[in-house]
């Protein structure tokens, strides 16, 4: 049976609203966007550091570049709203991505070869963009603004850069093999990237209106949209547990 917990209905609409609301909606915004701003800088950081040494071409390579511009565009998004409520993030700039402490996920930190880069961008990227698509309509209208045109639009084409990669690898026995070795290692971890399904913080954001959905529906969907993708492309998911930690 799905949990539900009732949508906040607030709107706060600028800084000056922002400050007046209660310390637990200025908390969970703030830390809902410090997380946010880490991913972007950390995506960036994946695709210059790791994924960029992994290409097996020139075409490749322009588009790890690309991708990390445009990552580093939407940290630069976040971070203004950010300021505006007198959150600094310049620190950020400065930390490698394996030491920020919003982030601890295999997929985040450890993509192995090119056929997990693959997977990184066709399915870890697809749940980033679940939670993009739900901070577009978040209560702090700041924040939410950034996600309307650039941002989302930007992931759809990450997303689909990746599915390029698997789509093409899975078009030959061999390479169909590597993809699949790569879905079957990484699958816990992506799933793990929607977070505990019992997360309090998760109803908390249901709550005042930063999300609409918790994270075990979310995931669920993501699943349901995304297993008969794979399967079209000759893949299955593993069973074993869920990636999900305490």
Same mark, same amino acid.
């Given at each position: 049976m799905t949990e539900t917990v009732e949508v906040g209905r607030h709107e706060v609409s600028t800084p000056d609203e922002f400050f007046k609301m209660p310390e637990e909606y200025r908390s969970l915004a703030s830390h809902l966007m410090l997380v946010h701003a880490e991913g972007e800088l950390t995506g960036a950081d994946d695709y210059t550091q790791v994924f960029y040494k992994m290409a097996p071409n020139a075409y490749e390579k322009l588009i790890c570049c690309e991708r990390a511009a445009e990552e580093i565009q939407h940290f630069e998004l976040t971070a203004k709203v950010?300021?505006?409520i007198n959150i600094d993030t310049h620190h950020m700039l400065s930390q490698h991505f394996t030491e920020r402490p919003y982030y601890s996920n295999e997929l985040v930190t450890g993509v192995r070869n090119w056929m997990e880069r693959g997977i990184f961008s066709f399915l870890g990227e697809s749940v980033v963009l679940e939670h993009l698509l739900e901070f577009k309509d978040c209560s702090y209208k700041p924040f939410a603004t950034?996600?309307?045109? =650039?941002?989302? /639009?930007?992931?759809?084409?990450?997303v689909a850069h990746g599915f390029r990669i698997i789509r093409e690898a899975s078009s030959h026995?061999?390479?169909?093999?590597?993809?699949?070795?790569a879905l079957d290692r990484l699958w816990p971890h992506i799933l793990?990237?929607?977070?505990?399904?019992?997360? =309090?913080?998760? /109803?908390?954001?249901?709550?005042?209106?930063?999300?609409?959905?918790?994270?075990?529906?979310?995931?669920?969907?993501?699943k349901k949209k995304t297993i008969p993708k794979l399967a079209a492309l000759g893949l299955t998911v593993p069973h074993h547990g869920t990636g999900v930690s305490a």
């Open positions: 950010l300021s505006d950034i996600f309307e045109d =650039q941002i989302i /639009r930007d992931e759809h084409v990450h026995n061999e390479s169909r093999a590597q993809a699949q070795q793990g990237l929607f977070g505990h399904e019992k997360s =309090q913080r998760s /109803r908390a954001y249901v709550k005042w209106g930063f999300r609409k959905t918790l994270n075990g529906e979310l995931r669920e969907n993501f």
